[in-house]
């Protein structure tokens, strides 16, 4: 039986993640930059959990925007991200959000790290936040963009702003956590950030060969 499609305005755009916290980054992005609202998987009934399987980000990224772009029939967009530690050979990686167990909270994940790198100097606990969108458009080639932000891992967490191990995250040039910087500031400067840029870059040349989001 064919998915039930509903309808979204053209000023809507489709971004295949259930988390609030990634919606509301990129919708103030998307708005900011093309007065485009962005709407999540829970704007639309009955689509399925799509599997992140994959052994990288793209891999990941491609697979949800692809499969949710198929079954609505419009243009899609999803990303995979997570923390690439270097002392753990870039663990967790793509099991960031997974790293202490399925379901594990944003706190079980943070204290699993924190162990895992227990009595490693500062100069040993470098690390990467990475994202990768995927733009899936059906009948076309699916495109993908990446970006990255250098910064460390602290022995505690510190800030009250982001989500996942943003309270961890330590950048050198902010002399402060991700968790520490407004939501402003880290929209100019994160992984997200720097990898929407260019998403939004795809997005205006199809905006100006015709294509919207509604049709």
């Known amino acids: 039986m064919e998915e039930e499609k509903v309808p979204i305005e053209e000023t809507e755009w489709v971004f295949a993640t259930r988390n609030a916290h990634k919606v509301k980054e990129l919708d103030t992005m998307f708005h900011s930059a093309l007065g485009i609202h962005v709407v999540g998987l829970d704007h639309f009934e009955g689509l399925p959990e799509i599997v992140e399987d994959q052994d990288t980000f793209e891999g990941n990224a491609i697979k949800k925007a692809e499969t949710i772009a198929a079954i609505l029939g419009l243009p899609v967009a999803a990303d995979d991200s997570g923390l690439c530690v270097d002392y753990l050979k870039g663990a967790p990686g ?23 790198l227990n ?13 990768v969108l995927a733009l899936a458009i059906p009948g076309k080639d699916t495109r993908t963009v990446r970006g990255e932000c ?5 022995e505690e967490p510190r800030g009250k702003y982001g989500f996942g191990y943003d309270p961890l995250f ?8 991700m968790g520490e910087l407004p939501p402003e500031m ?3 400067i994160s992984h997200r950030s720097q990898a929407t840029k260019r998403l939004l870059h795809l997005v205006k040349d199809q905006l100006a060969m015709g294509w919207t989001t509604g049709g």
Do not use: W
């Open 150 to 154: 250098r910064g460390r891992i602290t």
């Open 186 to 188: 880290k929209n100019r």
């Open 119 to 131: 009595g490693v100097p500062k100069e040993q606990r470098g690390a990467a936040f990475v994202c």
């Open 94 to 116: 793509v099991h960031s959000a997974r790293y202490a167990g399925p379901g594990a909270t944003d706190q079980a994940n943070n204290e699993k790290l924190l162990q895992a």
């Open 170 to 177: 330590f950048l050198p040039e902010q002399g402060c956590t």
